[in-house]
């Protein structure tokens, strides 16, 4: 599922509403690096965690 994510796109985590906003930094293999507007850069393993892709309106 890795290869549906590229930098730039934004995110939300479903288990940690609390750190808003997220933009993927960078997708290798099963690991995104994210950069969450209250986390910071998150590492987030793709087969633990599902994240939500936020398309603009």
Known sequence: MAA???PGMLVRHPGQPDW???QVQSSIGHRL???FEHAGKVVVDLRQVE???VFAS
Request: aromatic share 16%; charged share 10%.
């Open 51 to 53: 994240l939500t892709p």
């Open 33 to 35: 690096t994210v950069n």
């Open 4 to 6: 549906f994510w590229e």
């Open 20 to 22: 808003g906003l997220g």
